[in-house]
C-alpha cells in the first residue's frame, strides 16, 4: 500500500481496467495489527474516501470492520433526532460521497425547507403523512416536489444503512414525478449567434454545442485532452466547485472533433503548456461556473437571443446527432452516459420537432 498513503484508497488494474481498493492496517479487538483489503463499493474516488474513513474510524473505535447489530444498541442510540443525525452521521459519513457540487446543492435544499420542517422530529417519527403534507407545502409554494422529496429519502435511507433507523417511511411515488415538460434546446441559427461569443466564452460555448461537454468538463479541459493530430479531444476530468474530479459518469471518453470546434481550440491552444487550461481569463486563471453563466446570460441579452441555460447546448449537441440520424448508442458513448436510458431521455421530440411535423400535415392538405 505504501507508508504515504494515509487516504486508506489506492487504484489498482485488474483485467485491464483500474479498481478503486480500500487498503490499510489497523490493531484488532485482540491487539494483534490486522489488514483489511476490499473493492470499493462505489466506483468514485470521493465515494472510495468516504468509505475508507468510515471504515478506518469503525476500526479504531471497535477494533472490528463490522458494524454492531442494531439490535444490540442501546435504546438512547436509536433514539435520534433528524437534526442530529444530519448534523452528525450522515455529514460525517455519507456526505464525503458526493461531489462537492452535489454536496452544496443538498445543504441548499436542507437549508430552504427540510431541516425547518423535520429537525425536531424522531427519526422513527417521520411517517408517510409527515412526508405529504411537507410535499403538499412544496407544492403551495410553487416548486416541483421531487428533489425535495428526494434529497429526504437519501438521508431517511442512509439512516437506515447506518442502523439509525429500522425502516424507511414509505414515500408516494406521485411525489418523486419530474415535470413532463419537453425537453428545449436553442436551434441551429441561435447556436451561430451564440458563438459570436467574445473570448473564452466563444471556447467553451463551442466545446458545449460542437462536442456536448458539461460546464465542469469545459471548464476542467486542458491542452493536453485537445488532440489536434488524432481530431480528438479526451473528456478526462470535471471541476465541481474548483474541486478536479473524474467526469460524471467516472469514465473518460473521446469526442472526434468537427471544424468549427477545431479551428477555435488550435488557437486558444497555440504556444501552451500541456496542463494549462483550455477555458481562461487572461491572467490565465479558470473561470469560476457562476463567471460562466453571468457572462453567457450577459452576451445572450445583448444579442436578443432567448435565457437559454448552459447545458441546453449539450442538449443542442445530443439533439442534433440524434435528428442527423446518429445510433443512440454511437450518441451515448459521445455524451458520456453510463446507461441508454439517460440518451433517450434527450431523444425525445422536442416542441421545434413537433411543430415541423404539424406544418407537414398542413401543407399536405
Known amino acids: 500500500m505504501g507508508a504515504k498513503n ?34 470499493a463499493a462505489v466506483q468514485t474516488m470521493a465515494a472510495a474516501y468516504a468509505e475508507a474513513r468510515r471504515l478506518m474510524a469503525l476500526a479504531a473505535e471497535t477494533g472490528s470492520l463490522e458494524q454492531a447489530p442494531v439490535a444490540s444498541a442501546s435504546p438512547a442510540a436509536k433514539t435520534i433526532s433528524f437534526e442530529q443525525f444530519v448534523v452528525g452521521p450522515f455529514e460525517a459519513l455519507f456526505m464525503p460521497s458526493y461531489r462537492p457540487a452535489t454536496a452544496v446543492r443538498y445543504r441548499g435544499l436542507l437549508k430552504q425547507s427540510i431541516m425547518a420542517r ?4 424522531q427519526l422513527e417519527e417521520i411517517t408517510v403523512g409527515h412526508i405529504r403534507e411537507y410535499a403538499a407545502d412544496i407544492q403551495r409554494r410553487g416548486y416541483q416536489t421531487k428533489p425535495y422529496i428526494a434529497y429526504l429519502r437519501t438521508i431517511l435511507r442512509a439512516a437506515v444503512d447506518s442502523g439509525h ?25 441561435e447556436v451561430r449567434g451564440m458563438l459570436g461569443a467574445p473570448g473564452w466564452l466563444g471556447v467553451a460555448i463551442a466545446l458545449a454545442a460542437f462536442g456536448g461537454l458539461r460546464m465542469g468538463e469545459v471548464r476542467a479541459l486542458e491542452v ?6 488524432g481530431q480528438r479531444i479526451l473528456v478526462r476530468r470535471a471541476l465541481s466547485e474548483e474541486v478536479s474530479l473524474t467526469t460524471k459518469s467516472g469514465r473518460e471518453r473521446v469526442v472526434p472533433l468537427v471544424p468549427e470546434l477545431e479551428a477555435r481550440l488550435r488557437e486558444v491552444t497555440k504556444d501552451k503548456l500541456p496542463r494549462a487550461r483550455v477555458v481562461v481569463w487572461p491572467d490565465g486563471t479558470t473561470p469560476r461556473r457562476q463567471e460562466v453563466l453571468y457572462r453567457f446570460w450577459k452576451f445572450l441579452k445583448q444579442q436578443g437571443i432567448r435565457r437559454w441555460s448552459f447545458h441546453s447546448l449539450r442538449h443542442h449537441f445530443i439533439s442534433e446527432l440524434i435528428r442527423r440520424g446518429a445510433g443512440l448508442e454511437a450518441v451515448r458513448v459521445l455524451a458520456g452516459h453510463s446507461k441508454l436510458e439517460m440518451t433517450q431521455r434527450y431523444a425525445h421530440a422536442t416542441a421545434a420537432d413537433l411543430r415541423s411535423a404539424m406544418d407537414r400535415l398542413a401543407a399536405a392538405k
Open 118 to 121: 423535520f429537525r425536531r422530529l
Open 224 to 229: 493536453r485532452d485537445v488532440d489536434l493530430d
Open 6 to 39: 494515509v487516504t486508506g484508497v489506492r487504484r489498482v488494474m485488474r483485467g485491464g481496467k483500474p479498481r478503486l481498493v480500500i487498503d490499510f492496517r489497523y490493531t484488532n479487538a485482540d491487539g494483534r495489527r490486522a489488514r483489511c483489503k476490499r473493492d
Open 165 to 189: 433507523l429500522d425502516k424507511l417511511p414509505d414515500f408516494p411515488p406521485g411525489l418523486m414525478r419530474s415535470s413532463h415538460k419537453l425537453p428545449d434546446a436553442p436551434g441551429a441559427a
